[in-house]
């Protein structure tokens, strides 16, 4: 077996708390750099390509090198495509003398002050794809056996954790797409532990919470406007923790609250949330708080809506009114038309869209995707 580095055990933390880091990969590279003696330190966690800067994180070097490389110099780089996990250094890839006389070399490497690389590339199919490379100055001494070894036995532990960062960088993306959906419904959203204290919330629950109009948070607690209605949300969350270690959705309880100073009532269903199979920390959510108020407008993309059912713009427009719970004069008055005129469009709406009525117009709206375009 090849001997480690006498931090080697401290150097493989690093590497596995990479994707957990606030900002990912940035001590994790300044430990891989210190331990390399370089220059600079790259991870390309997406390449570049023409009208695409890629995503490169980069400790050391010159201030603008990540942007000329993703801009320009990507495409002249010829320290690409190289066998998948494997170690290698620049010389073993072309002859130094042909890399100096490069435009690559003539016009980046050397006016950023970098000579000597070493690196890898790795990648999972129909995964992620990632390039390391160490670079030093031409002042340095060129990498040698010892750096290689260090990296083929890091290789490995690299390789996993890049694919954890590309497995966690994959949930939050499609959370935050479900995020957002629930948001285009004008739905607010509060998660519990499971002491019933508040996790986090969407944009829409902290502007209703913070309006203080039905609901509030009192040290760390959601509470609701008036004792009864209080105690009966403090009720129906608990129940909803009650249930969760049992891995069952359960009934979703529903209850409308008052809001302070008027207006009209919010709707508020609490779920329980179930653990996760293969982990339930106590800081994951155990219940989830919906809220609906009938006065927020559902916002509907018009120009989603005219691709849908093939309308014209003025169609749409009216069409997205009526959908959002105007009645047919008043959306004729906003859309600045005549009765008459919005009545032959809505005549035209009902031809492209296989409904007879304004009531079905609206359900079909509802039900579709337009509120998320």
């Not at 990912?24 to 991870?43: F, G, I, Q």
């Not at 890629?54 to 690409?80: C, K, M, N, Q, R």
């Amino acid at each position: 077996m090849a001997s480690r580095a006498p931090d080697f055990d401290a150097l493989i933390e690093v590497v596995y708390e990479a994707p957990l880091e606030e900002v990912p990969w940035r001590n994790a590279l300044t430990v891989l750099r210190r331990e390399l003696d370089c220059a600079a330190v790259t991870l390309i966690l997406r390449s570049p390509a023409e009208g695409d800067s890629g995503l490169i994180l980069t400790e050391g070097g010159t201030p603008d090198w990540e942007s000329a490389y993703s801009e320009h110099y990507f495409a002249l780089d010829p320290f690409v495509g190289l066998t998948p996990d494997c170690v290698i250094t620049l010389q073993e890839v072309i002859p130094m003398e042909d890399f100096v006389a490069s435009d690559f070399y003539e016009s980046f490497m050397r006016p950023s002050g970098t000579h000597h690389i070493l690196g890898f590339d790795t990648h999972e199919p129909g995964g992620f794809e990632a390039r390391f490379r160490a670079s030093r100055s031409l002042e340095g001494e060129a990498f040698g056996a010892s750096e290689k070894r260090l990296c083929e036995q890091l290789l490995p532990h690299l390789k996993r954790a890049l694919q954890i960062h590309s497995r966690i960088a994959l949930a939050e993306s499609e959370r935050d797409v479900y995020a957002k959906a629930v948001e285009q419904f004008a739905v607010g959203a509060i998660f519990l532990d499971r002491s019933g204290k508040v996790l986090q919330m969407n944009r829409v629950a902290e502007r209703l919470v913070g309006e203080r109009a039905g609901l509030r948070v009192v040290d760390g607690s959601l509470c609701a406007a008036g004792q009864a209605a209080s105690r009966e949300l403090a009720r129906m969350i608990a129940a909803a923790i009650e249930i969760r270690p049992a891995a069952r959705p359960g009934v979703a309880r529903a209850l409308r609250i008052r809001r302070d100073g008027g207006g009209r009532d919010l709707g508020v269903v609490v779920r329980s949330v179930p653990p996760a199979e293969a982990s339930d920390r106590l800081d994951a959510p155990a219940a989830v708080v919906f809220i609906g108020g009938p006065e927020e407008d559902v916002p509907l993309a018009r120009e989603t809506i005219r691709q849908l059912f093939d309308l014209t713009p003025a169609e749409a427009s009216l069409a997205a009114l009526l959908a959002a719970g105007r009645s047919l004069d008043r959306a004729a008055g906003e859309l600045g038309i005549t009765r008459n005129t919005a009545r032959a469009h809505l005549r035209s709406v009902f031809s492209k869209s296989g409904v007879t009525r304004q009531a079905e117009l609206v359900h079909l709206i509802s039900r579709s995707v337009a509120h998320l375009g």
